[in-house]
């Protein structure tokens, strides 16, 4: 094999994606970053404060309790996503009689917008038209009924139920298409030798799905951290701020409060959070 040269017309392929990559994030960035240091209100003249919003932001009890919600959401997304995604796909591995139906139903959330699922959950959860509630009523445990997306106490569990059960196709595809990449032959092995059901999956196509799952997990974990959308069309962060998170609370922060000074430090502050979260979840992974 040749030595890999480099060659400067490799430099004119990769521009494009370059550009648009400063464009959309560096420079975006950058301003965001310098923001932070100041006090401004988007007309006048900004002012220089120093570590201030970030001080701020710190002794902000909503942010810092948001922070502890998003993580929250984060475990909760992998094991309810990558988990149950993992079942499925695993079930449905040998092909099972109606295959093809149970694939496209456990993928159909995937390809819904998140606005139109969020509306669609907000009347499931309606406290007297809502299936939930109705489901419940039905059952003989009319008592449990309530508003759930009124409730500070099942609010935010409510809302994150959303973005999981939609996200679990998604994950579903990519483990059952990397299942189907594992050689039938190795089950044969194994189910001759006397293998167990639970044995071949920990032993065997658990490990095989290791990279897979890592990749998985990271995208769970990113999206968990990030998610504004859900909570914004379903509760807008109430009642109260029992469903506030950064990502809401930066919005507010800037184009209600128009404090961009203090919600540039929040984003720079998200931004970091999930640079960590992600990194700490990949070298875990990898010990």
């Known amino acids: 094999m040749g030595t890999l040269k480099f060659r400067p017309v490799l430099f004119f392929y990769i521009l494009p994606a370059f550009l648009v990559y400063t464009a959309f994030f560096v420079i975006p960035f950058g301003h965001t970053l310098t923001y932070s240091f100041f006090e401004w209100d988007g007309f006048n003249t900004p002012k220089f404060t120093g570590f201030n919003n970030y ?7 909503v ?8 993580l929250l959401w984060a475990v909760l997304a992998v094991i309810f ?3 149950t995604s993992l079942v ?25 917008s998140s606005s139109a699922l969020c509306l669609m959950f907000t009347l499931i959860y309606d406290k007297d038209i809502g299936l939930v509630n109705l489901f419940l009523k039905t059952i003989g445990l009319t008592p449990l009924t309530r508003s759930w997306l009124s ?6 569990l409510a809302v994150i139920a959303v973005p999981i059960f939609q996200g679990i196709g998604f994950f579903f595809l990519i483990i059952l298409a990397a299942l189907g990449d594992i050689p039938e032959d190795l089950y044969e092995a194994a189910e001759i030798d006397g293998a167990g059901a639970w044995t071949i999956f920990w032993k065997m196509t658990l490990p095989m799905l290791w990279s897979v799952l890592q990749g998985c997990i990271i995208l769970a974990v990113t999206s968990s951290l990030k998610s504004f959308d859900y909570i914004f069309i ?10 506030e998170v950064p990502a809401t609370q930066m919005y507010k922060t800037i184009f209600s409060g128009l404090q961009y000074g203090y919600g540039s430090s929040m984003a720079v502050v998200i931004f970091l959070f999930c640079l960590i979260i992600s990194v700490a979840t990949k070298k875990m992974q990898s010990a």
Request: proline share 5%; glycine share 12%.
């Open 55 to 61: 001080i701020e932001m710190f002794h902000d009890q």
């Open 63 to 70: 942010f810092v309790n948001g922070l502890w919600k998003v």
């Open 81 to 83: 996503k990558v988990g």
């Open 88 to 112: 499925l796909a695993n079930l449905l591995r040998e092909r099972i009689f109606g295959y093809n139906l149970f694939r496209s139903c456990f993928f159909i959330p995937a390809v819904i």
């Open 151 to 156: 409730d500070p106490h099942t609010a935010f």
């Open 234 to 243: 379903m509760t807008g962060g109430g009642p109260g701020t029992t469903t």
